[in-house]
């Protein structure tokens, strides 16, 4: 009795870098997305002074960049609430754009970065300007919301 076993083997040459990507070399690039060292190698990291991920310079994978750059810059804004919640500070704006570029080595659209913009207003009622400035505001504003019946 002989006994047979079928089965595949996908051959994936070695200098395929970034499994899943397109082999076509597009006009005027050196490399396919598939064997762009740069998408390979491409790291990214905050800038900023709170604590949040990607302190160290990370390496994300360019399928996976648009979700965990959209989460990272979530949590800045999340800071900015729990800033809020604290009782001593309200959120006045809070946005978030997401970066793209295009890779010099490959051609391929990634994405670059993200950048969010948190407008904070924070009380501070021991601090005689901001009481005076309440004060100010109290009497402009009166009256600015009257619902009259003539």
Sequence with gaps: ?????????????????NPGQ???VKGGYKSSPAECETCKNRKYK???DEMVSYKAPTHIS???APGAVRAHESEHVANA???????????IQASVSIKTAI??????SYVSGGETNTQIKYYNEENPYQKE?????EIRLKGR?????A
């Design 1 to 17: 009795m002989i006994n047979s076993v079928t089965g595949t083997l996908n051959y994936q040459p070695s200098h395929i870098l």
């Design 22 to 24: 397109s082999t076509e």
């Design 46 to 48: 905050d800038g900023s």
């Design 62 to 64: 360019p399928n996976a």
């Design 81 to 91: 609430y729990a800033k809020e919640a604290s009782g001593n500070a309200k959120v």
């Design 103 to 108: 890779c010099p080595e490959c051609g391929r």
């Design 133 to 137: 400035l309440k004060a100010q505001d």
């Design 145 to 149: 919301s009257v619902d009259e019946v």
